[in-house]
């Protein structure tokens, strides 16, 4: 049977601290999977969520100052109903909702997503879903995230098409807001060409960091190519995946970083 991780509000507490210890900005990952995910053409249960934000406000008493901003979801626009866009922004619409009636509308909580897996940047017709996501939402979000993972054949990595392959994803990214339809919509909608962010960005190689690409040296030749690439096409922020553990860390499990 399939194990879930519960994460204790203590933990919560510790990621807010360490926050403001190190005048970082905590962005938090709600999930849309209460109580189960995936439901096939089941709607977002947004009471978890309602509770959970409330408990953050009334019982822990924080605000903007120790929480920048909320994705909500990840990588759900693989299953029904959210790969179908209007789903996932009315999802973002409600969350918007939420947020503004426990803080109060003046309140400055930033709203992120949708966070699509990375292979709708090579199958064009899911790649719709991302445009339609934005043109949709556009108004509400004060940021678009995206994952892109490329390389899936390492023997790519030094060569000048591996190289590319990362220009090509997040260029596709950035050509988003060639539509008219979206960046005419208001102010806000135009301006989030430059608000973009890599929020999930690695090497491919089979899940993780011991099987021998992303743990060596070469991987860095990626790493700063990819930096300056999403860096020239404007992008806002390059969240390299992940910290440590889990795959793709940057530290291996006694915490001491990979030679990349």
Known sequence: SEKYYCMSVIEFDGYVNFAQNTNSKLVFGLSMGYPLYPQSNTMWNYSNTQQFLRHLHYVRHYNSSHIYGFELGNEVSNDDPYNNAIYQSNAFRELRGIIDGI???????????????????????????????????????DGITYHSYVNENKSQLLTVDGLNEQYLHSLKVSNIWNDPSIT?????????????????????DAKGAPSGLLNTYYDGFWFLDALGTLSNLGHAVFARQCLAHSAYGLLDDDYNPYCD
């Open 103 to 141: 803080w109060g509308s003046d309140n400055n909580i930033k709203l992120f997503g949708p966070d699509p897996h990375s292979y709708i940047l090579t199958d064009g017709d899911t790649f719709n879903y991302f445009v339609d996501f934005v043109r949709e939402s556009c108004t509400i979000m």
């Open 184 to 204: 005419e919509q208001s102010e806000n909608c135009a301006d989030l060409v430059h608000r973009i962010w890599a929020g999930e960005i690695a090497e491919h």
